[in-house]
């Protein structure tokens, strides 16, 4: 009975939030610029997911890097976006014979050898992949903040647990890194479900677009709601902010990936929170006359 009610409330609530906030409107919730955030580092100019594409993005003067972690066969973290090291790599040379080369088939010592920067271009040959832990290093290093994702959590059982142990080695789960440096996020809801009942105080994101009838469920373990660009609308946007996270402030959203200066506009103006991008100078640019 209770639980109907409730739901019901919400429901009239949502209602109610989407006739009164007309799209146009949305930018008035906050007078902030959106952060602009490096996607894999700047990986339009260095290749992603490796230190040469965060030194980049700190070379623009950009304070924030997405990254994408995933687990080796012998239980190291490291820093790369596919579940396979094929395309990014020259791992089909190295280890001619091991079709489909995925990550968690491959030791650390192994995917040490891999060249992940000639595929980028001759200028990035002997990039490694490098594991979260030099990773964190070059961030903290370069002072920079850290949107880190956990990618395909299904294939790494207890990589949320692993991955708040090694980010509080590394200093990363302090009162001021919690504050202000550090977002958890990940396309699996059980994965930042899993984040945030861990480490409470962790921020966390969500990837995707959950219905608007979601979003109170969401709003209980998830700071942000991150969609692609392409299925944003100003008024999604309202209704997020709308909501009060796990850390007692408005739902944020952030959009990816958004690569020219139009479309950087567009969801400036709708209102969104952050804005992830392979060319964070082009977004940058954009946004200071928005
Ligand atoms: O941070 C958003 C974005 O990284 C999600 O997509 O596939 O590039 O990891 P993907
Ligand atoms: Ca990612």
């Known amino acids: 009975m209770y639980a109907r009610a409730v739901a019901a409330m919400t429901t009239a609530l949502l209602a109610t939030l989407t006739l009164l906030i007309p799209a146009s409107d949305a930018r008035a919730h906050t007078s902030r610029q959106p952060s602009v955030i490096a996607h894999r580092g700047a990986s339009a100019y260095a290749p992603e997911n490796t230190l040469a594409a965060i030194d980049k993005a700190a070379e623009l003067g950009i304070g924030w890097v997405e990254n994408d972690v995933q687990r080796t066969k012998d239980g190291e973290l490291v820093v790369i976006h596919d579940d396979s090291l094929r395309r990014t790599t020259n791992v089909k040379k190295v280890f001619p014979g091991r079709s489909p080369w995925k990550v968690k088939d491959f030791t650390?010592?192994?995917?040490?050898?891999?060249?992940?920067?000639?595929?980028?271009?001759?200028?990035?040959?002997?990039?490694?992949?490098?594991?979260?832990?030099?990773?964190?290093?070059?961030?903290?290093?370069n002072h920079q903040n850290l949107l880190l994702e956990i990618k395909n959590p299904q294939l790494y059982p207890g990589i949320e647990q692993q991955t708040l142990k090694l980010l509080g080695n590394e200093g990363w789960l302090d009162r001021q890194h919690l504050a202000r440096r550090l977002i958890v996020q990940s396309f699996s809801a059980d994965s930042v479900r899993t984040v945030h009942d861990l480490k409470p105080g962790v921020r966390t994101g969500f990837l995707g677009s959950p219905s608007v009838a979601d979003l109170p469920a969401y709003a209980k373990f998830t700071d942000q709601i991150n969609p692609s660009y392409g299925s944003l609308s100003g008024t999604y946007v309202s209704l997020v902010h709308a909501f009060t996270g796990p850390h007692g402030r408005p739902m944020e959203v952030a959009a990816w990936t958004v690569n020219d200066a139009a479309t950087a506009r567009t969801v400036a103006r709708y209102g969104v929170d952050g804005v992830i991008t392979n060319k964070p100078d082009v977004v940058r640019q954009a946004l200071s006359g928005s």
């Open 108 to 141: 650390a010592a192994e995917i040490a050898r891999l060249d992940a920067g000639s595929w980028f271009g001759p200028a990035y040959a002997g990039a490694r992949v490098p594991t979260l832990k030099q990773y964190m290093r070059r961030v903290e290093h």
